[in-house]
């Protein structure tokens, strides 16, 4: 969103108009049609972390539905409330510039991650070092997002000054294709020729970022170009995983694009 420039709030709104009714035939209404189908191999390590391992006797406390939706919303719920701040309160004051300030994504973020450390930790009966390794185990796999990230804006900027991006954009202009099209486009080659869904979204921004065009709407385009296809997961063979998870991204997708046209068409 930062390199479209869009606005988070109206983004967010368009993403669950979008999002919606995409996840719903995208999730259980697929998962109906091919869940008999695939029976995955008794020895499975993956799929045993999602088995229930207590022991008789042995309670184990979760954190509720309600709570637990709340502390992975809260980011979003915040940076809306930060987007609408001048509708909520008058510009320029002291509520207005603290509602803008909570809707920041870093700020929103950090809130959740405090509050999470309560509704996942605290309440659960998890001490303070408890808490401090569970953080210290996360680092790891941040910093490894963090450098894919990196790479795909560093790609990004390297075909922005080779003048890749300027020529692509200027041949996709003379085509009139669609700019929608063309961000779904370059995002989904991407996503095949390296296999990452971050990849493909930050390359696709450095290079369709110039084209003048509803930011936000370029956004959903773009995201739903970058999660076409996967090859593996969830310890499943190729053939399983193209018949199910690969499936399902592609439709996600291609559904996404469709429904991202159509909501074009309207604002």
Not at 107 to 131: K, N, P, T, Y
Not at 133 to 154: D, N, R, S
Not at 164 to 174: G, K
Request: aromatic share 8%; proline share 3%.
């Amino acid at each position: 969103m930062q390199a479209y420039h869009a606005d988070i709030g109206r983004t967010i709104a368009y993403g669950l108009i979008v999002g919606i009714p995409t996840a719903i035939i995208a999730g259980p209404l697929f998962a109906l049609l091919t869940h008999k189908d695939i029976k995955l191999a008794d020895n499975n390590p993956l799929a045993a972390q999602f088995v229930d391992s207590r022991k008789e006797g042995e309670t184990r406390e979760l954190p509720g539905f309600g709570i637990t939706l709340f502390t992975i919303l809260l980011p979003v719920i915040l940076m809306l409330v930060g987007s609408w701040a001048d509708l909520i309160s008058t510009p320029k004051t002291l509520p207005n510039d603290l509602l803008r300030f909570v809707g920041t994504s870093d700020v929103a973020l950090l809130i959740a991650v405090l509050l999470s450390f309560w509704s996942f930790g605290a309440s659960r009966g998890f001490d303070r070092e408890q808490i401090q390794k569970f953080c210290g185990e996360c680092l790891a796999p941040i910093t490894e997002i963090t450098l894919i990230v990196g790479v795909g804006g560093g790609f990004g900027q390297v075909l922005r000054d080779s003048g890749i991006s300027q020529q692509l954009i200027a041949t996709a202009s003379a085509a009139h294709l669609s700019p929608l099209l063309l961000g779904w486009f370059v995002a989904a080659l991407i996503r095949l020729a390296t296999g990452s869904a971050t990849v493909a979204m930050t390359t696709a921004c450095g290079i369709v970022a110039l084209i003048a065009v509803s930011a936000e709407l370029l956004v959903l385009a773009t995201g739903c170009g970058s999660l076409i296809l996967i090859k593996e997961y969830f310890g499943m063979t190729v053939g399983q995983t193209f018949k199910t998870w690969s499936l399902c991204e592609t439709i996600i997708s291609v559904m996404g694009l469709g429904l991202t046209f159509a909501l074009a068409t309207v604002v």
